[in-house]
């Protein structure tokens, strides 16, 4: 376990390592390649600091839901009801905060409460009944449609006090206010973490190597740190030059980290794996299947909860209409990001890159002026295409 | 009589596994043939060379029926000569008719159109051939075992059998039902159509069988024409298992104490027929350092017996006692029992041992998490230690503790799967067919491995259907029938003949039960 190359017997070396590697970054790539595509055809436009703080608003709640979509998935189900419920979930927070004055905070923490219990309330049918996810949450988008449209009474609501506006169109607050057309906190912060990224890498990959377990070679390492920070501070500059860090960008940020460490190196995300991959194996193996699989189902309504908050905040108003077809964005970015659809398989980095392949080829049609009747062919194509290669690469 | 069918030098191998050697069968018309053998004996795969399900071309040998050569390329050939096999895994769609399940795939029809009323009425006549009192609109979900099985025989019969052959039609029956289906063969021998049994009742066969044929490792080893030659249970059960020890086993010197594990009346019912005992009130002990082998046929409730042990893994309304180094366990859920140092290997090493898709680490650390985590953090390091700790201890060859399981030889997927358990710390080991489809060199260390855990004071259980393996590693053998120990040898007392002697004693025992309860039944019906 010394030799560095032992995990590659047959193709040692840094073109072996890559092309190893390339199913993991694949997706980046191509994200990184639709990014410069529509950055040259919109003449710019795509990367502009206005444009790229819009299209982190837009995506926000998709990559939000896909968080949980990913663990749901990797359990081996799916959760068709992830758009009514942020829909109902919006409803009931417009009609808390502007008909019935709730202050801000309870009203909050009431609506993630309201999530987890419809969580709950399909998760126990699929987990503990047996019934098909794809069936009890069915149920769930046409039963949540229905709530949300009849807790409105049929009409908007809004709009809604200025301090819930700020948990989607707010920015973080500036602390050095007089530094020209930059705001110094926001790029301070993303030096920072850029910083802290590239030194965490650094210190897992000495620990690694310490204890010899085979570690990328040292120049791809190094590229691919340059790389890293590259994007997190080019991104960050980009942002900062707009109006600086959107709340809801930071709220994104720290669950992505949050779920990303969940299912890397936590006991409980290592189980959801096992579910996936095999549940009788796993059941034989000791692990609690059932309590997983309702776990994941109150986590997924929790975040579709926060999705519903942070998109009725984005439109300040609760509309009958609002989460209609999220489902479909919030799915299809687990596909593209190599989520398997037998379960067992799924990374959370590839779920954000896919909600963002997503994203981006929205925000860029848009800008090209492509109507919404093609934009679906495009996006519906890129999904197929997507799980082809996936399914391509695992058969060699 | 004339031979309808004739089997002339049949061999087939299976990836350099020998399954048949040059096997001469013959079967006259009108005749109920019976073969019988151990348990991997080679009947099934001489039943699907008959039948075409190995097609011409993928074995030695040639098939003469009717005079002529045939080659069959699938089952739809020889299904078209009248050669019907029903397997025993019923292959019938639970949720349609009897009537629609019969005629699935050639339903009477005009223009493409089933024709509704033929389809009713020819089912009716079917039913009443084989004696089953059922409208044919009756849904098969509806129906016991043993009528399931007659409406494969009247599936049989629309197809115009001429040879029928029967892979162990009683094993799941109850004693009037068995009976009853051997009334229909003996019926249809009168009427010309040939029948092969496969069985391992050796009082059913003697009851109804021309003539016996008995398999043993591929080969024909003997044949009994029962009108001219008197039926000797003992010869057959000779033929069934007397051979060399084909492989040796590792030296064993077994150094046994106290009790670790002892089973107080232990019983167990079917998860789905609840009212079906599967585990009847058995008493078990085990004890440190002892090696016990349950013998038995298939279906005898081995594995629900081991299962059940296990966190109630297996079975319904589960009852008994059970004392783990003197202490009564709490076996409520396998999370339990593996906190009180039960580790249960399946025979099913793909489906239920290991996920095929991740890697040997995950899969050797999965059941002890615990083990290399902290407050709920995986500490990678800590695991990455003990799974390439396993990886050596066990010998598993592979290119690294990444490598995923499902690119792995058996053998050393069955090594992946004891690193799991042993990674657990077991008091007792229950090891089900733990050298199912391993090769002979991988199945030395698997025996090597049982020495060491047995000397390191576990207890361990092995059941197999290998006989030769049991009595080359186990201390003690307890042979296991129809949910309950009908005997048991101390190794060096223990022969495969009193073993099969033991269980073949139980099957005709509850076999003579059931004629004789079968006779009150119908005696005393008005």
Redesign the interface.
């Given at each position: 376990m010394t030799d560095k190359t032992v995990s590659l017997p047959e193709v040692p070396g840094h073109s072996g390592f890559i092309k190893n590697n390339l199913r993991n970054y694949g997706m980046l790539l191509s994200l990184l390649a639709i990014m410069l595509f529509f950055e040259i055809v919109t003449d710019g436009t795509l990367l502009q600091p206005l444009n790229l703080t819009n299209l982190v608003l837009q995506n926000s709640y998709i990559v939000i839901m896909a968080l949980g979509m990913l663990l749901v998935i990797v359990t081996g189900h799916i959760d068709l009801s992830v758009g009514s419920v942020a829909g109902f979930v919006g409803a009931v927070a417009a009609v808390l905060m502007v008909r019935y004055h709730v202050s801000y905070p309870i009203a909050f923490v009431a609506c993630l409460l309201v999530g987890a219990a419809i969580g709950a309330a399909q998760g126990y049918w699929v987990a503990y009944f047996g019934i098909p996810s794809f069936i009890v949450t069915l149920a769930g988008m046409l039963v949540f449609k229905g709530l949300a449209l009849a807790v409105l009474q049929g009409q908007s609501v809004g709009p809604f006090p200025p301090t819930f506006q700020k948990l989607s169109s707010g920015f973080i607050p500036e602390l050095f206010p007089s530094a020209g057309t930059l705001y110094p906190t926001s790029l301070a912060i993303g030096i920072v973490l850029a910083f802290v990224l590239v030194l965490a890498t650094a210190r897992s990959r000495a620990r690694e190597q310490a204890h010899g377990i085979a570690v990328e070679p040292y120049a791809f390492f190094v590229v691919k740190s340059i790389a890293l920070a590259g994007a997190v501070l080019y991104f960050t500059y980009l942002i900062a030059s707009h109006r600086g860090l959107p709340n809801v960008l930071v709220i994104m940020t720290v669950l992505i980290a949050l779920y990303g460490f969940v299912t890397r190196r936590t006991v409980i995300g290592r189980q959801i794996y096992a579910v996936g991959g095999n549940a009788k194996a796993a059941k034989l193996s000791g692990v609690k299947t059932e309590r997983l699989t309702f776990f994941t189902f109150v986590n997924m309504g929790v975040l579709a909860a926060l999705a519903g908050l942070v998109f009725a905040a984005r439109l300040n108003t609760a509309t009958p209409k609002a989460g209609l077809g999220f489902e479909l964005d919030v799915i299809a970015a687990c596909f593209i990001g190599g989520a398997s659809a037998y379960g067992g398989v799924g990374r959370v980095g590839g779920a954000v890159v896919g909600a963002m392949i997503m994203g981006v080829m929205n925000n860029g049609m848009s800008i090209l002026g492509i109507g919404i009747d093609y934009q679906q062919v495009i996006k519906g194509l890129v999904l197929l295409g997507a799980v082809c290669i996936d399914v391509y690469n695992q058969r060699r | 009589m004339t031979a309808m069918l004739e089997m002339r030098g049949v061999s087939k191998s299976f990836a350099g596994v020998q399954a048949l050697r040059d096997v001469s069968f013959t079967v006259e018309a009108g005749q109920i043939h019976a073969l019988v053998g151990e348990n991997g004996a080679g009947k099934s795969t001489l039943m699907k060379v008959l039948s075409g399900v190995y097609p011409a071309g993928s074995y030695d040998g040639s098939i003469v029926f009717d005079g002529e050569e045939r080659r069959f390329r699938d089952i739809n050939d020889s299904e078209a000569l009248g050669i019907i096999i029903i397997h025993q895994e019923l292959a019938l769609i639970p949720l349609m008719s009897i009537a629609e399940n019969i005629f699935l795939s050639h339903p009477p029809s005009r223009f493409g159109v089933i024709d509704r009323n033929a389809v009713h009425r020819r089912t009716a006549e079917l039913l009443a051939q084989v004696g089953l009192r059922e409208p044919p609109d009756t849904l098969i979900t509806d129906l016991g075992v043993g009528k399931q099985q007659l409406v494969e025989i009247a599936k049989a019969l629309s197809k115009r059998v001429r040879l029928l052959i029967l892979d162990e039609p009683t094993a799941s029956l109850n004693e009037a039902d068995s009976a009853a289906l051997l009334e229909r063969l003996l019926a249809f021998r009168e009427q010309g159509i040939a029948s092969i049994l496969i069985s391992h009742k050796l009082n059913e066969v003697a009851r109804v069988a021309d003539r016996i044929t008995v398999l043993r490792d591929g080969r024909t080893v003997d044949s009994i024409d029962c009108r001219t030659e008197r039926i000797e249970e003992d010869r057959i059960i000779r033929s069934m298992v007397d051979r060399d020890l084909a492989h040796r086993f590792p030296e064993r010197k077994a150094e046994i104490g106290e009790p670790v594990m002892t089973v107080e009346n232990w019983s167990v019912y079917h998860p789905l027929h609840t009212e079906r005992q599967v585990i009847k009130n058995v008493d078990f002990t085990l004890r440190r350092g002892e090696v016990v082998g349950i013998a038995g046929l298939m279906g005898a409730g081995r594995t629900e017996f081991a299962m059940s042990l296990?966190g109630c893994?297996w079975g319904t309304n589960v009852s008994g006692k059970v004392r783990l180094d003197g202490r009564e366990a709490d076996l409520s859920s396998?999370?339990a029992a593996?906190d009180a140092g039960i580790a249960?290997v399946?025979e099913d090493r793909k489906?239920?041992?290991?996920?095929?898709?991740?890697d040997v680490r995950?899969n050797v650390t999965?059941?002890s998490?615990?083990q290399v985590?902290e407050r709920?953090?995986?500490d990678?390091?800590a695991e990455?230690?003990a799974a390439?700790d396993y990886r050596t201890r066990m010998r598993i060859r592979c290119?690294?503790v990444?490598q995923a399981t499902g690119d792995l030889s058996g053998g050393n997927q069955q090594k992946v799967v004891l690193s799991?358990w042993l990674m657990t710390d077991p008091r007792v080991l229950l090891l089900d067919e733990p050298t199912r489809g391993i090769d002979v060199g991988a199945k030395y260390e698997i025996y090597s491995i049982i020495n060491e855990l047995a000397e390191a004071g576990r207890g361990v259980v092995v059941i197999s259907s290998e006989m030769p393996e049991l009595l080359g590693i186990c201390d003690r053998i307890c042979v296991m029938n129809d949910g309950a120990f009908v005997g048991e040898f101390a190794a060096h007392d223990a022969t495969q003949e009193k073993i099969m002697r033991a269980i073949m004693r139980n099957v005709r025992m509850s076999g003579r039960g059931a004629d004789e309860r079968a006779a009150r039944a119908g005696g005393g019906a008005p």
């Open positions: - | 296990f893994a396998v999370p593996i249960y399946t489906q239920l041992g290991l996920i095929l898709a991740a995950k999965v059941a998490l615990r985590s709920g953090v995986i990678d390091v990455l230690k390439s290119s690294d990444y799991k």
